[in-house]
């Protein structure tokens, strides 16, 4: 399912001063959700020095989005297409040590 990034204008002073939780904010995409349109909520980065807070949510499209954020009371200024980067996962490791076998026995 696609990834859109939300932006949000976010007073410096709103995010220590009751700025709705990661929670709440997912319990209002659900919410929002109209059959066939799920907007999951995936995270957000609160930029308080830029005043702004940026909102990852998957959905079928950004009119979704926008509903599951107005649901949770945000207007969202720009929704735009995203594409998650996340790192590869960390090498297996090969050998006796990934076969869980103990370490062969060394004789003088």
Do not use: K, N
Request: hydrophobic share 45%.
């Amino acid at each position: 399912m696609p990834e859109f990034l939300a932006e949000t204008y976010t007073p410096r002073d709103a995010v220590s001063a009751g700025a709705p939780g990661a929670g709440d904010l997912a319990r209002a995409a659900e919410q929002a959700s109209g059959p066939g349109a799920p907007a999951h909520f995936l995270g957000a980065i609160a930029v308080p020095g830029e005043e702004i807070c940026f909102w990852l949510y998957q959905a079928p499209t950004a009119g979704a989005v926008r509903a599951a954020m107005t649901a949770a009371g945000l207007r969202p200024e720009r929704i735009t297409p995203a594409v998650t980067l996340r790192p590869p996962p960390p090498a297996q490791p090969s050998g006796a040590a990934a076969a869980g076998l103990p370490p062969p026995s060394r004789t003088h």
